[in-house]
């Protein structure tokens, strides 16, 4: 039990808003809170009525507080979210955000504007369109334009290097201004049609292409008039299929659904009237919470990071939704309108939003529900006494030793933990030797774990046969890790996949499990992904070192020495046909330099 004296702590509290930070005993951060009043919603922690097993845990690690004192409730809201996303305290409903939002960007320096898959800080001059749900609905919106108003999407240089028309001209993707098929002005309509489109007026493109097509029938051109009837077609079926498409501005919608410790948030995006698609977020949870919980955890960390929309419809009605909407309404600069309980066809896109949460957070359910079956099928099978939790798998990638890199991947019963995932740059070694690699990694990860007290793992799978399974061994009893069963899969006569054998380090014999095998398909499963992982961070590193010189990893050497022995030389090639002796000659390079340069470049 902590020793914070929080009576006193209390006592001392202001009744202003602000933030409240919960620090354990080495000055971790355990949890960020924002209050109305400070001093009551701080005392209710330490009060035993109705706490949860999550609360209790959490006030019992409780070292220190500190506060943050705001002027007002959506300040703290949003330094509260700031916070949460920056630090990211263990006992926090957490977002799981990477990459940012994608938008559709048109140039406006070019005289031929360019329309692109754009993302990234908005700083370019031009129009940018979106934020798109994710790439696949930007990328086909794009799609769309090509064949509607065929405006290049090349880059630049592509571009101004062109003599003859693209494959896209040919497939009717493009108007080839780059070869002068288009003049200025109809290309700039073709742009001004693109940007209305994207900006919803699709109705209004619409008209006027039948006004177009009149005109042109008119004057007996059928073939330009079949081009509007063709663009019309196609705009009236994109319409229809925009069941926004009636209405303006920008709108949200967010729906969860949750079931136990596992909740699913959908966010629809609307944009200009135009429905950009939809997006999954799945927040970790420290325990089962309502779904109105996950609702306002959820709100306060993904508005830190995306664009506002004038109204936002949700499933559920947050905590503290007056102050959610200042902060809002503030970044967006007027006001936000936030609806929980919508009518008539807001009522049906916010039910479309319900509807894909919950199948959504079904299919991870179920995704769970098959990591624990076959977990469980591991234990029977392999006769385990207890049911594995976590699972490690190492392997070692190559090319004929150059750039050797080892893997390890986690996996549990919620599937692959990515972001525990490490992997290792061997060196040291002699180029090729699989077991020295294995070795080194594997007592470099239990080392680590060891010293920082990490979980260890409660199954090790080495991808290898005999020799690297008894190399682990020794690494796990010199360490003294024990617990750990250890299992390698030995790959069979021609390395026919299916087919391979395990081997049990412990009960010390085989095992060759049926191919239908739910335990078998996890193994296969693990081990697939070591090997993926491990190939992936391989061709990173030799990539890199092989666009550095072996030279400049040599201690002593600087600049002006590698340059002397380049033109002593006549390169790489000369150096590495040179004895010790020959290298000794070249001014500024003594014997023990030239040992170590000679052993650097035939080690490379």
Do not use: C, T, W
């Given at each position: 039990m902590s020793q914070f004296d929080h009576k006193q702590f209390i006592h001392t509290l202001t009744s202003s808003p602000g933030v409240y930070r919960m620090l354990d005993t080495q000055g971790r951060l355990l949890y960020v809170g924002k209050a109305k009043n400070l001093k009551k919603r701080v005392a209710a922690y330490f009060s035993k009525n109705e706490r949860s097993l999550r609360i209790a845990r959490m006030v019992s690690q409780t070292a220190n507080i500190e506060i943050t004192i705001t002027n007002t409730e959506s300040?703290?809201?949003?330094?509260?979210?700031?916070?949460?996303?920056?630090?990211?305290?263990?006992?926090n409903i957490l977002l799981k955000d990477d990459k940012s939002y994608p938008y559709i960007f048109i140039s406006s320096k070019h005289t031929f504007p360019q329309i692109s898959f754009y993302r990234g800080s908005r700083s370019q001059k031009g129009k940018y369109f979106g934020p798109y749900a994710n790439a696949g609905a930007a990328r086909d919106a794009l799609n769309l334009l090509q064949k509607v108003f065929k405006v290049r999407q090349c880059d630049d240089y592509f571009f101004s290097h062109r003599n003859r028309p693209c494959l896209q001209y040919q497939i009717s993707r493009c108007s080839a201004p780059c070869v002068g098929f288009i003049d200025v002005d109809s290309y700039r309509k073709e742009v001004e049609s693109a940007v209305k489109f994207l900006e919803g007026n699709s109705y209004e493109l619409i008209t006027r292409y039948i006004c177009d097509m009149d005109q042109a029938s008119a004057d007996l051109d059928y073939e330009k008039a079949a081009q509007f009837r063709d663009r019309i077609e196609l705009l009236r079926s994109v319409s229809e299929q925009q069941y926004v498409s009636s209405q303006r501005g920008d709108v949200d919608i967010v729906a969860v659904a949750s079931e136990g410790e596992i909740a699913c948030v959908q966010v629809f995006n609307i944009r200009a009237g135009v429905n950009l698609g939809n997006k999954s977020y799945f927040p970790k949870l420290p325990e089962a919470m309502s779904e109105k919980k996950v609702i306002t955890a959820f709100l306060g960390q993904y508005y830190i990071a995306h664009s506002v929309p004038q109204e936002i419809i949700l499933s559920h009605r947050p905590d503290g939704i007056r102050p959610l909407q200042e902060m809002l309404s503030n970044k967006l600069g007027k006001k936000v309108s936030i609806t929980c309980y919508p009518r008539s066809e807001r009522a049906r896109w916010l039910d479309i939003a319900r509807k894909n949460a919950v199948a959504t957070m079904q299919g991870k359910i179920a995704s769970k529900a098959g990591f624990l079956q076959r977990f469980e099928a591991m234990q029977d099978e392999l006769g385990f006494d207890c049911l594995p939790m976590r699972i490690e798998c190492f392997d070692v990638s190559h090319t004929k030793g150059e750039a050797t890199v080892a893997s390890c991947v986690v996996f549990d019963h919620d599937g692959p933990r990515k972001t525990e995932y490490?992997?290792?740059?061997?060196?040291?070694?002699?180029?090729?030797?699989?077991?020295?690699?294995?070795h080194q990694a594997l007592m470099r990860r239990y080392t680590r774990l060891k010293k920082d007290?990490?979980?260890?793992?409660?199954?090790?799978?080495?991808?290898g046969g005999r020799g690297h399974v008894e190399k682990a061994k020794a690494v796990l009893n010199e360490l003294q890790v024990e617990g750990v069963a250890l299992i390698g899969v030995a790959k069979a006569a021609g390395r026919r996949a299916g087919d391979e054998t395990l081997i049990l380090a412990d009960a010390g014999k085989t095992v060759r499990l049926a191919r239908h095998s739910l335990a078998f398909h996890l193994i296969q499963q693990i081990r697939d992904e070591a090997h993926r992982f491990a190939i992936t961070s391989h061709r990173k590193r030799r990539t890199r070192s092989r666009t550095t010189s072996p030279l400049e990893s040599i201690p002593g050497l600087g600049p002006k020495r590698r340059q002397n022995l380049l033109k002593h030389f006549g390169g790489m090639r000369g150096i590495s046909r040179a004895g010790v002796e020959e290298l000794a000659k070249v001014p500024g390079i003594g014997k023990n330099l030239a040992e170590a340069i000679y052993q650097k470049v035939h080690t490379f």
């Open positions: 300040e703290a809201l949003l330094l509260e979210s700031n916070l949460i996303k920056q630090h990211r305290p263990r006992y490490r992997h290792f740059n061997i060196r040291g070694i002699r180029p090729g030797d699989d077991y020295a690699a294995m007290e990490g979980r260890v793992p409660d199954v090790l799978v080495i991808d």
